[in-house]
């Protein structure tokens, strides 16, 4: 990783800023799509339900980008991602751009002020994977009228489905990974689908979650389990690579670092020995390093099949603690390539 330019990423006055994925236009020009909620209400747990995605461009990958326009309007609580939508990653199929999200609906106002954990947990739990296409970067964007990938009751991914990453291999073909729990208080766990168009449908590669880790205690709020979050997947010429969160720090050694895996098939994934891929620690233009607090969603840009940019939601504070936002914003590193 080469330092991080302190002017690059995408950030709004006024709001939240998250989980910004980027992709180079026919226009030459570089488009990320990020998610944004006022700053009106807190962070969290009002990401939940305040969210809604955005499309900022620059004329440099590593930015600064700048806001272009809401890609996708609230459409009413009778749609399944008509309150919410968070989370997306920009692939490009032919002459079709592919943006996959999260969404999620309720069936009460907007919130206007902090959502209670009894509220925050019904609009979590009603989270699932859409797709929006279109053929230009600035939209308009078709979103189905359903999810692509629901949950499976009495199994591991019986609550939600959400945090899609997905690599579109040579026959347009599409290998799906995503992150679930058994129920709402669950470990978070990858599993992995696929479908042989971008157009589904969508098919479960595996009955069980591709890392298992041994865990007996399904329990998120245990500081000792092993459990992951937030995958990016590539292929790096012969074979697939994947980046995702430490949600503990038990694997990597960094309570929210990166973990590092691969696999030759997508299906079947070993972590990388040493397990670190990436550090909370960030070098900076000018010299100085930084724990950030928090390093999360982690996408790439690839550009000629490899990796150029490394994009991340992160934020920070005064005492330097984790998790615990005066403001966020998604920052941007660009990648040696030697």
Not at 67 to 79: H, L, M, S
Not at 101 to 122: A, C, H, M, S, V
Not at 126 to 147: C, F, H, M
Not at 214 to 235: C, I, M, Q, R, T
Request: charged share 25%; net charge negative.
């Amino acid at each position: 990783m080469r330092p991080a330019p302190l002017e690059g990423g995408f950030r709004m006055d006024g709001y939240w800023v998250w989980g910004m994925s980027v992709i180079k236009g026919e226009d030459g020009k570089y488009h990320g799509y990020a998610s944004r909620w006022p700053k009106s209400v807190p962070f969290s747990p009002n990401w939940t339900t305040n969210s809604e995605i955005v499309h900022a461009v620059s004329e440099q990958a590593e930015g600064p980008y700048k806001f272009e326009n809401v890609v996708f309007k609230r459409r009413g609580k009778e749609y399944w991602d008509g309150m919410m939508t968070h989370n997306p990653t920009i692939h490009k199929v032919g002459d079709t751009y592919l943006l996959y999200y999260i969404g999620t609906t309720y069936d009460f106002p907007l919130p206007n002020e902090k959502i209670t954990r009894e509220t925050q947990q019904i609009a979590r739990g009603n989270q699932r994977i859409g797709l929006a296409t279109s053929k230009s970067p600035y939209g308009p964007w078709v979103r189905g009228d359903e999810p692509i990938l629901d949950i499976r009751k009495g199994k591991w991914d019986a609550f939600l489905t959400v945090n899609p990453t997905v690599f579109v291999k040579p026959d347009n073909s599409i290998v799906l990974i995503y992150k679930s729990a058994s129920h709402k208080s669950g470990l978070l766990k990858l599993g992995v689908a696929g479908a042989q168009s971008y157009e589904g449908p969508y098919l479960r590669a595996k009955e069980e979650p591709i890392f298992q880790f041994g865990e007996s205690d399904d329990n998120l709020d245990n500081e000792a389990a092993k459990h992951v979050e937030d995958p990016y997947v590539w292929f790096n010429g012969s074979g697939y690579e994947l980046i995702m969160k430490d949600m503990t720090g038990t694997i990597s050694g960094e309570k929210g670092g990166g973990i590092h895996a691969s696999s030759q098939n997508g299906l079947d994934w070993e972590i990388s020995n040493p397990p670190q891929a990436y550090t909370r620690n960030v070098l900076w233009e000018g010299g100085q390093t930084i724990e950030q607090a928090a390093f999360e969603r982690p996408q790439l840009l690839i550009e000629n099949g490899k990796p150029t940019h490394l994009f991340v939601a992160t934020g920070r504070n005064a005492e330097g603690k984790y998790w615990n936002f005066e403001e966020t914003w998604n920052m941007c590193i660009p990648l040696k390539n030697e």
